[in-house]
């Protein structure tokens, strides 16, 4: 075993046997590295990912390409997930030397930790004109011998190179709706009318892009653009119906590598549970459908069932690959999920067999054969279905026949599950528990937001100051905490005070946003750095501004700015969203669609700001219609607060002096409507059903 067997990291551990020494990040190897004046070979990853594993059994588990690493460099294994700043570091440096990046990332760095060469996934051998990574080690090894020199003024001009990049300089926007248009323009040259989704293969959930266009096909209200709602809700529907969507266990794998959302990879991540039970959450409140609705359920029971611990906390994903079956070494992606027809023959009764085979384009000769061509009959089918066009028998057959697929199913060797907890993507499913479950009144899903806040306060939080943790396993905590870690919980909890309106939620959030603003932002620049300062071994603070599989820090932090403006009536919140704005001004009028989610904070802070208050019992019925009537809908402009006339309000007060005066009228529950910080005359519940208010 290797220095990585004392880690707690899924990823690090299962490289803990490796013939390869490794170390993990830190001291021991850097002074070694120092000491040897060897150069550090950094391979990043995460535990879930196929190429990671393939990369690690033909070349990590290979003694004679082990003994290479170790004769000639010092190697450093680095969990992505873990530390998301030093992947994103040098993935700046591989991005900019390649032209494209991915995992398992391979950097070669001097000593100090500058990087002087890197790549992604190396074969074993040498492939169809591509270098094998013995090769590569070897010529590399050539060259720190005897080109030591010029190898290292390489590595100071690829520092310097990333030193600038980190600089940027910002700009106001002229017009705050040029960078939506454009965004919506590009979108929809991209859309792909017949499949769903954006560009060809592979393709990725971007969720962030779904909630900015759902956002600007309402921004004409009463009215809304039925072009881009189509755009929304057609991606939406063909991802339900494809291949990436898992029909029997809920919950969507990581992206697809065709066109038709027919064959995904296979991994299941916890990001994108949470952001796409969210979009079809959005989807839901415009069209009320209950295909929607459906594979809400699909995802959060999902996760309740399988990535959910005891204490509360959610565990980060589920691996591609897995055992073909019991007792067997052999690993294939996808073994889990796939069926055969035969299978399912013997599996079901031969007329619900031929049905559901029928239903989903199950193939003798295997759905993934190009030949067989099962995408259309596939996806019509499915969307039939969820248009109510199937009748209720078929609809009847269809459900027992996945119920006893995924009982089946639930036997064979399940893939590995990475059972660290994260902090920021435990903040992103917060939100979905907490948002999900007001909207359908589901009190389950609300008490899991609770229980998995209740988890990150006291597993992932300094006690004394308050200070966010990054991740949690068996026990062990990453001291270091990331703006994101911030930023997404930060999100949660005003999702949750909205559900469940305990002030308790709220005085987090709001503590949180003063040690976010302590420990990244940028006084002279603007925006936050992903990392705090103090790290010696972290040569370049660097902040996002790409919205990927995951938002970036400063974008979702730029929407809770204005939320918390919103709240508090505070402007000085929106004045750093606006700062946020004008770092990323060259981003937001050259390539807009780079950055969907900062769009969706943009256009958040163009809208008519608008303020419910509501001041009653939380208990009594009327308050509660009142609460209900006000969260109707697709509101995502909006802020709710409760006058509750006790703790919550008296705290409130401190913040917002003309709550205070918001109280019920002649005893009864009340609601005060306010837009831009100037309130209407308050109304009562039967007022509100009489006129119609809040339509």
């Given at each position: 075993?290797?220095?990585?067997?004392?880690?707690?990291?899924?990823?690090?551990?299962?490289?803990?046997?490796?013939?390869?020494?490794?170390?993990?990040?830190?001291?021991?190897?850097?002074?070694?590295?120092?000491?040897?004046?060897?150069?550090?070979?950094?391979?990043?990853?995460?535990?879930?990912?196929?190429?990671?594993?393939?990369?690690?059994?033909?070349?990590?588990?290979?003694?004679?390409?082990?003994?290479?690493?170790?004769?000639?460099?010092?190697?450093?294994?680095?969990?992505?997930?873990?530390?998301?700043?030093?992947?994103?570091?040098?993935?700046?440096?591989?991005?900019?030397?390649?032209?494209?990046?991915?995992?398992?990332?391979?950097?070669?760095?001097?000593?100090?930790?500058?990087?002087?060469?890197?790549?992604?996934?190396?074969?074993?051998?040498?492939?169809?004109?591509?270098?094998?990574?013995?090769?590569?080690?070897?010529?590399?090894?050539?060259?720190?011998?005897?080109?030591?020199?010029?190898?290292?003024?390489?590595?100071?001009?690829?520092?310097?190179?990333?030193?600038?990049?980190?600089?940027?300089?910002?700009?106001?926007?002229?017009?705050?709706?040029?960078?939506?248009?454009?965004?919506?323009?590009?979108?929809?040259?991209?859309?792909?009318?017949?499949?769903?989704?954006?560009?060809?293969?592979?393709?990725?959930?971007?969720?962030?892009?779904?909630?900015?266009?759902?956002?600007?096909?309402?921004?004409?209200?009463?009215?809304?653009?039925?072009?881009?709602?189509?755009?929304?809700?057609?991606?939406?529907?063909?991802?339900?119906?494809?291949?990436?969507?898992?029909?029997?266990?809920?919950?969507f794998h990581r992206y697809s590598v065709d066109r038709p959302w027919h064959v995904p990879h296979f991994e299941k991540m916890l990001y994108d549970q949470a952001q796409l039970a969210v979009a079809y959450l959005e989807a839901w409140q415009v069209t009320?459908?209950?295909?929607?609705?459906?594979?809400?359920?699909?995802?959060?029971?999902?996760?309740?069932?399988?990535?959910?611990?005891?204490?509360?906390?959610?565990?980060?994903?589920?691996?591609?690959?897995?055992?073909?079956?019991?007792?067997?070494?052999?690993?294939?992606?996808?073994?889990?999920?796939?069926?055969?027809?035969?299978?399912?023959?013997?599996?079901?009764?031969?007329?619900?067999?031929?049905?559901?085979?029928?239903?989903?384009?199950?193939?003798?000769?295997?759905?993934?054969?190009?030949?067989?061509?099962?995408?259309?009959?596939?996806?019509?089918?499915?969307?039939?279905?969820?248009?109510?066009?199937?009748?209720?028998?078929?609809?009847?057959?269809?459900?027992?026949?996945?119920?006893?697929?995924?009982?089946?199913?639930?036997?064979?060797?399940?893939?590995?599950?990475?059972?660290?907890?994260?902090?920021?993507?435990?903040?992103?499913?917060?939100?979905?528990?907490?948002?999900?479950?007001?909207?359908?009144?589901?009190?389950?899903?609300?008490?899991?937001?609770?229980?998995?806040?209740?988890?990150?306060?006291?597993?992932?939080?300094?006690?004394?100051?308050?200070?966010?943790?990054?991740?949690?396993?068996?026990?062990?905590?990453?001291?270091?905490?990331?703006?994101?870690?911030?930023?997404?919980?930060?999100?949660?909890?005003?999702?949750?005070?909205?559900?469940?309106?305990?002030?308790?939620?709220?005085?987090?959030?709001?503590?949180?946003?003063?040690?976010?603003?302590?420990?990244?932002?940028?006084?002279?620049?603007?925006?936050?750095?992903?990392?705090?300062?103090?790290?010696?071994?972290?040569?370049?603070?660097?902040?996002?501004?790409?919205?990927?599989?995951?938002?970036?820090?400063?974008?979702?932090?730029?929407?809770?700015?204005?939320?918390?403006?919103?709240?508090?009536?505070?402007?000085?919140?929106?004045?750093?969203?606006?700062?946020?704005?004008?770092?990323?001004?060259?981003?937001?009028?050259?390539?807009?669609?780079?950055?969907?989610?900062?769009?969706?904070?943009?256009?958040?802070?163009?809208?008519?700001?608008?303020?419910?208050?509501?001041?009653?019992?939380?208990?009594?019925?009327?308050?509660?219609?009142?609460?209900?009537?006000?969260?109707?809908?697709?509101?995502?402009?909006?802020?709710?607060?409760?006058?509750?006339?006790?703790?919550?309000?008296?705290?409130?007060?401190?913040?917002?002096?003309?709550?205070?005066?918001?109280?019920?009228?002649?005893?009864?529950?009340?609601?005060?409507?306010?837009?831009?910080?100037?309130?209407?005359?308050?109304?009562?519940?039967?007022?509100?059903?009489?006129?119609?208010?809040?339509?």
């Open positions: 075993m290797n220095s990585l067997s004392t880690c707690t990291s899924p990823y690090l551990l299962q490289h803990a046997g490796n013939p390869v020494e490794w170390y993990p990040w830190g001291e021991e190897a850097f002074e070694l590295a120092q000491c040897e004046q060897k150069p550090i070979f950094l391979s990043i990853g995460y535990s879930t990912c196929h190429w990671c594993h393939v990369m690690a059994h033909e070349s990590f588990e290979n003694p004679e390409i082990a003994a290479l690493m170790n004769e000639h460099f010092i190697n450093v294994k680095v969990d992505r997930e873990e530390r998301p700043d030093v992947d994103r570091l040098y993935m700046a440096y591989v991005q900019g030397l390649t032209g494209s990046g991915g995992w398992p990332m391979s950097v070669w760095l001097t000593p100090d930790l500058k990087p002087f060469f890197g790549g992604t996934y190396f074969p074993p051998e040498n492939r169809h004109g591509r270098a094998g990574f013995p090769s590569v080690l070897m010529q590399l090894a050539q060259l720190w011998a005897q080109s030591r020199e010029k190898i290292e003024q390489e590595a100071v001009r690829s520092l310097a190179a990333l030193q600038a990049s980190a600089r940027s300089e910002a700009m106001t926007l002229a017009d705050a709706k040029a960078p939506l248009e454009r965004a919506v323009e590009y979108f929809q040259r991209i859309y792909d009318e017949e499949w769903g989704g954006f560009g060809s293969a592979p393709k990725f959930p971007r969720p962030s892009v779904l909630y900015f266009l759902l956002r600007q096909s309402h921004a004409g209200r009463p009215g809304c653009d039925l072009k881009l709602l189509r755009t929304v809700l057609g991606t939406l529907e063909h991802m339900a119906a494809g291949g990436i969507h898992d029909h029997l266990g809920g919950g009320g459908k209950q295909s929607h609705a459906e594979v809400i359920h699909g995802i959060l029971g999902y996760v309740q069932r399988e990535m959910t611990s005891p204490e509360g906390g959610f565990y980060s994903a589920e691996d591609a690959d897995s055992l073909l079956k019991h007792g067997s070494s052999q690993h294939a992606e996808g073994a889990f999920f796939v069926w055969t027809k035969e299978e399912i023959e013997a599996l079901l009764p031969p007329e619900e067999a031929n049905f559901f085979c029928t239903h989903y384009g199950v193939v003798a000769e295997g759905n993934v054969d190009p030949a067989s061509d099962p995408h259309g009959e596939l996806t019509g089918k499915n969307v039939l279905m969820e248009q109510g066009l199937i009748p209720e028998s078929d609809r009847d057959s269809l459900e027992r026949s996945k119920k006893s697929l995924f009982e089946s199913r639930s036997r064979r060797p399940r893939p590995h599950l990475d059972d660290k907890i994260l902090c920021a993507w435990n903040g992103l499913m917060i939100s979905a528990f907490a948002r999900v479950g007001v909207a359908f009144g589901n009190q389950e899903y609300v008490g899991a937001a609770e229980k998995a806040a209740y988890f990150i306060k006291g597993h992932l939080t300094e006690p004394v100051t308050g200070e966010l943790r990054r991740s949690w396993r068996q026990g062990a905590v990453l001291e270091t905490g990331f703006a994101e870690d911030y930023a997404f919980l930060i999100q949660g909890l005003l999702d949750l005070y909205e559900a469940t309106f305990s002030i308790r939620w709220l005085q987090w959030a709001s503590g949180l946003q003063g040690i976010m603003d302590r420990l990244f932002w940028d006084e002279e620049g603007g925006g936050y750095f992903s990392s705090a300062e103090g790290d010696p071994h972290l040569l370049v603070r660097l902040k996002e501004d790409y919205d990927g599989a995951e938002p970036s820090a400063n974008s979702v932090a730029a929407l809770n700015l204005l939320r918390f403006s919103r709240v508090f009536g505070d402007v000085d919140f929106a004045k750093k969203a606006e700062r946020i704005f004008a770092l990323s001004g060259r981003t937001l009028e050259g390539i807009p669609a780079a950055v969907p989610q900062l769009l969706v904070a943009l256009g958040y802070s163009i809208s008519v700001g608008r303020q419910i208050v509501i001041a009653g019992d939380p208990e009594a019925p009327d308050t509660k219609l009142l609460i209900a009537a006000a969260r109707k809908g697709f509101q995502p402009d909006q802020v709710i607060l409760l006058a509750d006339g006790g703790e919550g309000q008296s705290w409130l007060e401190g913040k917002i002096p003309s709550i205070a005066g918001m109280k019920t009228v002649d005893g009864k529950a009340t609601i005060y409507r306010c837009e831009n910080f100037t309130c209407s005359a308050p109304v009562t519940l039967s007022e509100v059903e009489s006129s119609g208010v809040l339509d």
